[in-house]
């Protein structure tokens, strides 16, 4: 599986000037800052670049862009989707404290969106059992099972900080890893039958499958309600067992 290729900013042909339903979403969990504009689950416009620490600097100066190449105006937006995490505790703050400050000067909804349902949303993989693996430092992961069936992806376990040799010795089913925890933990990895991986699938959260799933869910709220998702370590085990996603 090669990896896609990173163009920064991109544009939709075919724009629309209606205002209703008009999502900017956004994500800031990890190197890569991800913004993008969608109308009716169709992208108008989106930014998609690896900026390393830079996102206290570019999120605005990004999202002012992304919406100009979309032909909006800031009080065009009618809801926020951000992803909430896990990932980079100061990314994480950035995007959300940004959520905020915008939501209360457009008087609009904030809809958040765990980014490991961004990434299993955005993985060109095969059906079966899929999971993010992030490395969080610390012989831990980030991770969630998920079930792909055609377009179809289904959370089937809780969202989990963990060690990832208790992850993987606690699996019952075959499941296919991605994501930066890959490399780090390649011989853990070897040794467990059920553990399939690549570490060129392009596991980075999209802002695009951020506002996909928020315009899905629809669970709006508040802004001042609005956390980032911190995981708290805790052992596990991977079971048949569904959770509502």
Same mark, same amino acid.
């Given at each position: 599986?090669?990896?896609?290729?990173?163009? *920064?900013?991109?544009?939709?042909?075919?724009?629309? &000037?209606?205002?209703?339903?008009?999502?900017?979403? @956004?994500?800031?969990? !990890?190197?890569? /800052?991800?913004?993008?504009?969608?109308?009716?689950?169709?992208?108008?416009?989106?930014?998609?670049?690896?900026?390393?620490? *830079?996102?206290?600097? /570019?999120?605005?100066?990004?999202?002012?862009? !992304?919406?100009?190449?979309?032909?909006?105006?800031?009080?065009?937006?009618? !809801?926020?989707?951000?992803?909430?995490?896990?990932?980079?505790?100061?990314?994480?703050?950035?995007?959300?404290?940004?959520?905020?400050?915008?939501?209360?000067?457009?008087?609009?909804?904030?809809?958040?969106?765990?980014?490991?349902?961004?990434?299993?949303?955005?993985?060109?993989?095969? %059906?079966?059992?899929?999971?993010?693996?992030?490395?969080?430092? &610390?012989?831990?992961?980030?991770?969630? +099972?998920?079930?792909?069936?055609?377009?179809?992806?289904?959370?089937?376990?809780?969202?989990?900080?963990?060690?990832?040799?208790? /992850?993987?010795?606690?699996?019952?089913? &075959?499941?296919? @890893? @991605? *994501? %930066?925890?890959?490399?780090?933990?390649?011989?853990? /990895?070897?040794?467990?039958?059920?553990?399939?991986?690549?570490?060129?699938?392009?596991?980075?959260?999209?802002?695009?499958?951020? *506002?996909? +799933?928020?315009?899905?869910?629809?669970?709006? +709220?508040?802004?001042?309600?609005?956390?980032?998702?911190?995981?708290?370590?805790?052992?596990?085990?991977?079971?048949?067992?569904?959770?509502?996603?």
């Amino acid at each position: 599986m090669g990896k896609k290729k990173r163009k *920064g900013y991109l544009r939709s042909k075919n724009m629309s &000037k209606k205002n209703s339903g008009k999502i900017l979403a @956004f994500d800031t969990s !990890t190197k890569m /800052l991800s913004v993008a504009c969608l109308e009716k689950g169709e992208v108008k416009a989106c930014f998609h670049e690896d900026v390393g620490i *830079g996102h206290s600097t /570019l999120l605005i100066p990004t999202i002012g862009e !992304t919406l100009r190449r979309a032909g909006w105006d800031k009080k065009d937006i009618g !809801t926020l989707c951000v992803g909430l995490g896990p990932g980079s505790f100061t990314g994480l703050r950035i995007g959300v404290s940004a959520a905020k400050g915008l939501a209360a000067v457009l008087g609009c909804g904030v809809i958040g969106v765990p980014t490991m349902d961004a990434i299993a949303r955005n993985a060109g993989t095969s %059906d079966g059992y899929i999971a993010p693996f992030l490395d969080a430092r &610390k012989g831990k992961v980030y991770c969630c +099972i998920y079930k792909k069936c055609g377009d179809r992806v289904e959370r089937v376990s809780d969202y989990m900080l963990v060690d990832a040799g208790s /992850l993987l010795s606690g699996l019952k089913e &075959k499941v296919f @890893f @991605f *994501g %930066d925890g890959v490399d780090k933990y390649k011989d853990e /990895l070897d040794a467990c039958s059920l553990a399939e991986y690549d570490w060129e699938t392009d596991w980075y959260p999209s802002a695009t499958y951020v *506002g996909q +799933i928020g315009r899905e869910r629809g669970d709006i +709220i508040n802004a001042e309600e609005l956390e980032p998702m911190y995981l708290h370590a805790k052992e596990c085990s991977i079971t048949r067992k569904q959770h509502s996603g």
